[in-house]
């Protein structure tokens, strides 16, 4: 994980400054500037209103009693498209308007979700896990009439 996120932020800065570099002499550097700002200003205002709406969807799915979890994805999504739109750059400007649109959103989702699915299925399949092999004795699973609930008293002794 340190590796990826050392290439990140080495990686990432040189793309930004090379196609700075490159858009600066088609445009012109005041233009290239101006086009940063722009694209920050209007990222923005995107990002205000579609995490509203967002939080909006949340409340309402929390009220219905429903977890929102499809509305806590988008909203994650918005967050993060309002930190690579007000990081300068043409890079991160493109990933973060790509994360404002709701197709894109939905198709990341759905590749998220089944990532998640097959960890966790892969995860059940393999076995004991280490802290089950230095038991003594399996415990027997319990039987759905036995109790879950312990009952008992206690004194505060100060």
Do not use: W
């Not at 300068?88 to 649109?101: A, E, H, K, R």
């Amino acid at each position: 994980m340190f590796r990826f996120l050392f290439l990140l932020f080495i990686l990432v800065p040189i793309i930004e400054i090379a196609l700075l570099i490159q858009v600066a002499e088609v445009i012109g550097g005041f233009a290239t500037i101006a086009l940063v700002i722009i694209t920050a200003i209007v990222g923005t205002k995107l990002v205000r209103t579609q995490c509203m709406g967002a939080l909006q969807n949340v409340q309402s799915q929390m009220a219905q009693g429903q977890m929102p979890a499809k509305e806590l994805f988008t909203g994650l999504c918005v967050i993060i498209a309002g930190i690579l739109l007000l990081t300068p750059g043409i890079m991160t400007d493109v990933f973060g308007f790509l994360l404002l649109t709701p197709a894109i959103r939905n198709k990341l989702a759905a590749g998220l979700a089944s990532q998640a699915t097959v960890r966790m299925s892969a995860g059940m399949q393999q076995g004991p896990t280490s802290f089950n092999q230095h038991t003594h004795a399996e415990p027997e699973p319990r039987k759905m009439s036995e109790p879950t609930t312990i009952d008992g008293e206690y004194e505060r002794k100060d």
